[in-house]
């Protein structure tokens, strides 16, 4: 599976479809549908392919799992996920009570997130980007700190060189 990168803007048409990013679909590697669900942080839609719901299903069955979770997970993702085929010209009809919860109507904004990607309504998507950078610069993150973290604990001896 390829990765989800950066964000577009399309239609939403009169019958309810939207065309999915060209690049999306190729990091689907040649899937005929996707799933989607209602984001669990954001009101948006989440979206991935079959094989990452295999692979979030084989994490919930680790013993280490809180059994809250795995109940709160299975419920809200699997329990409510729809799939969603491509049609011929790579558009998506997505139900009208998950487009209501994403506040979208006119245009949709699809965000890659690594290996999923989100549907947003384009004016909420822009408010989250504005209150995301702020929080970075008020917490300093950074890429270049995110990597200095990540490769200290990636280090024998919590990172002594």
């Not at 964000?7 to 019958?15: E, L, Q």
Request: glycine share 6%; hydrophobic share 40%; proline share 5%.
């Amino acid at each position: 599976m390829g990765l989800f990168l950066s964000t577009y803007v399309n239609k939403v048409d009169k019958k309810g479809r939207v065309s999915v990013p060209a690049p999306f679909r190729t990091a689907l590697n040649g899937q005929a549908e996707i799933i989607v669900f209602r984001s669990l942080q954001a009101q948006a839609l989440d979206c991935c392919s079959i094989d990452y719901l295999d692979q979030l299903s084989a994490a919930l069955d680790d013993p280490e799992t809180p059994q809250d979770f795995r109940d709160l997970i299975e419920t809200a993702v699997f329990g409510g996920s729809v799939r969603v085929p491509f049609d011929t010209e790579g558009r998506v009809i997505i139900p009208d009570d998950f487009l209501g919860f994403a506040g979208i109507v006119e245009t949709a904004a699809f965000v890659g997130r690594r290996k999923i990607f989100q549907i947003w309504e384009p004016d909420a998507l822009k408010a989250f980007e504005e209150a995301s950078r702020s929080q970075a610069r008020a917490n300093n993150i950074s890429l270049s700190t995110i990597l200095a973290k990540t490769s200290q604990h990636a280090r024998p001896n919590g990172g002594a060189a």
